[in-house]
Antibody, heavy 118, light 106 residues
Framework: QLHLQESGPGLVKPSETLSLTCTVSGGSISSSSYYWVWIRQPPGKGLEWIGSVYYIGTANYNVSLKSRITISVDTPKNQFSLKLNSVTAADTAMYYC??????????WGQGTLVTVSS | DIQMTQSPSSLSASVRDRVTITCRAS??????LNWYQQKPGRAPKLLIYAASSLQSGVPSRFSGSGSGTDFTLTISSLQPEDFATYYC?????????FGGGTKVEI
């Protein structure tokens, strides 16, 4: 079973860039069996897919966020990362990383709360 | 994007009740439908994948059915630990989308 752990600042100022990293253990991020996924959940609301990346670096992004997102893979470190620029208060959320195996998101990190505030 | 609509958004139930939650996709997604359970302060947990396959370790009182656009999650006999919010999610498209959630309350 994979273990995923998010890390990054819990507070980001408006207009700045949110940067998070997900460290994967218990398996290789270079496995062709997985997609690596970022999901967020604003306080008291539902789940929103942010984007996914494959181990070779090809990524798919939520069209509503596409102009602001970069998701990348660092295979030597067994990590993948999210950068979301020009953040506003609407980007305040719990951010989760997860692995997609076959169809389902079968392993999730515990989540990290990111607040956008000056 | 494929829109996922869950109903109801919340329901009240008692222990040992049979509970059914429905999820409708805005277009056919074959059987590419997954169900998750989320408890307060916790990450979601995969219950059912590919519409009806039980994830390892998930109790057999959970079951899923459906194909195309209409799907159902059933809890055959609700247990105290099942009070939570449930989400459906499609993986037919590479742009994943979730339903709005169903909160199961006492």
């Amino acid at each position: 079973q994979l273990h995923l752990q998010e890390s990054g600042p819990g507070l980001v100022k408006p207009s700045e860039t949110l940067s998070l990293t997900c460290t994967v253990s218990g398996g290789s991020i270079s496995s062709s069996s997985y997609y690596w996924v970022w999901i967020r959940q604003p306080p008291g609301k539902g789940l929103e897919w942010i984007g996914s990346v494959y181990y070779i670096g090809t990524a798919n992004y939520n069209v509503s966020l596409k102009s602001r997102i970069t998701i990348s893979v660092d295979t030597p470190k067994n990590q993948f990362s999210l950068k979301l620029n020009s953040v506003t208060a609407a980007d305040t959320a719990m951010y989760y990383c997860a692995s997609q195996y076959q169809l389902g998101l079968n392993s999730w990190g515990q989540g990290t709360l990111v607040t956008v505030s000056s | 994007d494929i829109q996922m609509t869950q109903s109801p958004s919340s329901l009240s139930a008692s222990v040992r009740d049979r509970v059914t939650i429905t999820c409708r996709a805005s277009q056919s997604i074959s059987r590419s439908l997954n169900w998750y359970q989320q408890k307060p302060g916790r990450a979601p947990k995969l219950l059912i994948y590919a519409a009806s396959s039980l994830q390892s370790g998930v109790p057999s009182r959970f079951s899923g059915s459906g194909s195309g656009t209409d799907f159902t999650l059933t809890i055959s006999s609700l247990q105290p630990e099942d009070f939570a919010t449930y989400y459906c999610q499609q993986s037919y498209s590479s742009a994943l989308t979730f339903g709005g959630g169903t909160k199961v309350e006492i």
